[in-house]
């Protein structure tokens, strides 16, 4: 019988590291090409596999290939596309049945977070029903760091250290020049669900007084009189409050603060923003000289700053993937098992999709402070080993990252367009 | 004669590498203890020596001294504090020689950018008049690189290398999700009046097509029609539009962008955050998905990511500083001569503060393409090497900067208090 080849594709938001993974699944498949034929990247994840956009790995070199593991942002492309359920949507997953069938594909290794599970789950369900049986592999990824069972998310970490580093680096300069210019620092951070990447920020504090002094999550409604009360201490007592806040930050009625925010000239509700609210709010009730940064999508493609245990993990899964297709497995989601905090120790192990889909992680209650406005020792103990490391890509000497760019061949196609 | 101590302050904004300057000032004076007494460090800026706030720092660690080197932000502290002139504020020239005279201060280094040249070139010129000989010698330091002379100022390139290591990780993210997502990203820099920060973000372009797209300087009035036309040609000719905002960009009027823009909820204006401006225009004006970051203070404190040449030339001038002292100049600035581009060679040359100062180097016009939205190969050829080479900070094994901190001992005061 022939090879199966096998198709992968990334989902949702990109991360630092998503690349490393797509490394670890095609230098992997690549040892056994025995057993796998060839590996196709869905351009644009589910949509290009939907539409039959193929990419051609085998076209790209063992340079390029091997480049994908520093290189941030999704280099086959990425979307946000939910299939329906079986049930709202059958022609969809028969839609993907026959392009499979079309490129003899027996492996699919979907790159993502709950949806992406869920997905990759009704997938091998649909196959072996429609009498086209598939190896369906979910591959954990996600800085929101809210799937469950692993112990974290590939590409969580990677952001988790840019957002410390930075907060630590943006609070030396604020703290030079408190006596006598800005006295409050915030910087945003993403999350809009889940606090993980603000918890983060509180990595940089080591010492009593050191900052940063607020984290505002989105797991604690925003209590105005206390956070003024806090900020007033901090200034009071340090010189300087340094604040990391969430983008999903709410108020006491639900609402979130970002859009209970700004109006641009026109009048617009500005999307994305909550810093600036945050600001404004300090200055008119505080006084205090203020400054503000969102970090945005710089947090999520800061490959520069990646955590080495992030990147290592990242590629490790999609080397598991790889395996698993070759041990005959289906179903299932290599995830990080911590077998040790001191020293720290992890292994991948295996997850059912089953249980992974459609299921959020929240950060426990022990992991914030009582007072809503920082992180527990357990808190730390989890992050700690995490951002651990550094893992820098090369530059060139010009003084800039080299990242690679695939040339991204597309297979010919075999069916008819596909129409949503 | 006894040996005369030594005074440095840092002035205004601080940078990524103005503590390299700090490290090589009192590195090279320790290595004359002969000719030069006790390295004094005014606490936030020139304010500390008029309030006689000064730091010893021979009560600091030579490894404490030693990391300064790596170490972002103002480790003595700075200020925005300009003294008036001599006619409008004699007592506060006169008040410094008093502390001067107080503390056998033979030499005075103001490490700062136009200001404080004038401030350091008036000083020694007083000093003469009231019998108090002082060698003052202005160190050059502003993350605008805006000072006259000097090929270039210490702090500009870690910053430069910053944002253009930045806009090109966002844009990868970006281009990877463009079709189905984001189609936009704009990212803000510093630069109320110099454009040379955004102009560094095109460092990232290599070829045509390559982000970013769009460079929006203080030095071209923003053509509204102008820029909508350019980004919906690069959202339809690459898929999406990757852009570099100044804070300082103007329209037609003169007014900054930011200014004419958003209002926050209680109806302030919102300082800074000319990004959400632009985004907001280009949704309402094209429709598309937009996201926006605003670096602020990270960019000015990124030390984790600074340029080679940076730290070297912020090192190499407070050493230079101190030989000057050791060789009895006054009313002079070390600055940087490049004498050669490729390669790209530089040295330590000597100028006059009385030609540094209150002169504002403005981007030249041939380094910004006609269009107005771009730099030009000229532009290039001077940026270029600036940010060339790593210089990353040494991290502890919990994956964060060693970054140092002061213990910041006060000398003992002789003089009554000063009262501004």
């Known amino acids: 019988m022939a090879r199966k080849n096998l198709l992968y594709a990334q989902s949702g938001g990109v991360t630092p590291v998503i690349n490393a993974t797509a490394c670890g699944v095609i230098e992997t498949a690549r040892n056994h090409r025995d057993q796998i034929g060839k590996v196709f990247a869905a351009k644009d994840g589910i949509l290009g596999a939907?539409?039959?956009d193929l990419i051609d790995t085998s076209k790209e070199t063992k340079s390029v290939v091997a480049g994908l593991r520093h290189t941030p942002g999704g280099a086959f492309g990425s979307c946000r596309y939910k299939l329906k359920s079986i049930e709202e949507n059958l022609a969809e997953y028969e839609r993907l049945i026959d392009v499979f069938a079309a490129h003899n594909i027996g492996y699919f290794l979907y790159n993502g977070g709950g949806d992406s599970a869920d997905t990759a789950h009704k997938v091998s369900q649909i196959g072996k029903k429609l009498g086209y049986p598939i190896q369906c592999i979910g591959v954990p990824k996600t800085i929101d760091n809210d799937l469950p069972i692993t112990d974290v998310c590939p590409g969580f970490p990677s952001v988790a250290k840019y957002v410390a580093v930075s907060i630590m680096e943006a609070s030396l300069d604020v703290m030079?020049?408190?006596?006598?210019?800005?006295?409050?620092?915030?910087?945003?951070?993403?999350?809009?669900?889940?606090?993980w990447i603000?918890?983060?920020?509180?990595?940089?504090?080591?010492e009593t007084g050191d900052p940063p002094h607020i984290i505002l999550f989105p797991e604690v409604t925003f209590d105005e009189a206390a956070f003024l009360a806090?900020?007033?201490?901090?200034?009071k007592k340090y010189g300087y409050c340094?604040?990391?806040?969430?983008?999903?930050?709410?108020?006491?009625?639900?609402?979130?603060?970002?859009?209970?925010?700004t109006r641009d000239a026109?009048?617009?509700?500005?999307?994305?923003?909550?810093a600036p609210v945050v600001a404004n709010l300090v200055k008119s009730k505080l006084g205090y000289k203020y400054h503000w940064a969102v970090s945005d999508y710089l947090q999520r493609s800061a490959r520069h700053i990646a955590s080495k245990v992030d990147a290592e993990q990242a590629y490790a899964v999609g080397k598991a993937a790889v395996d698993y297709c070759l041990q005959g497995k289906s179903g299932v989601m290599p995830v990080i098992e911590r077998t040790s905090d001191k020293p720290f120790r992890w292994k991948i192990a295996e997850a059912k999709?089953?249980?992974?889909?459609?299921?959020?992680?929240?950060?426990?209650?022990?992991?914030?402070?009582r007072d809503g406005f920082g992180i527990t020792n357990r808190c730390r103990t989890y992050l700690e080993p995490l951002i651990r490391g550094e893992d820098y890509p090369p530059y060139d000497k010009q003084g800039l990252p080299k990242y690679v760019r695939i040339k991204g061949i597309l297979v010919n196609k075999k069916l008819d367009e596909w129409s949503a």
């Open 50 to 52: 939907l539409r039959e």
């Open 176 to 195: 030079s020049m408190a006596s006598s210019s800005t006295k409050v620092f915030i910087l945003e951070v993403m999350g809009r669900h889940a606090g």
């Open 198 to 206: 603000a918890a983060a920020g509180g990595m940089a504090q080591r």
């Open 230 to 235: 806090k900020v007033e201490t901090s200034v």
């Open 242 to 261: 340094s604040i990391v806040v969430s983008e999903g930050v709410k108020n006491p009625d639900g609402q979130f603060l970002a859009d209970a925010g």
């Open 266 to 274: 026109f009048g617009h509700a500005q999307l994305g923003g909550v």
């Open 353 to 369: 999709l089953s249980k992974i889909a459609n299921r959020e992680k929240k950060m426990p209650k022990g992991f914030i402070t």
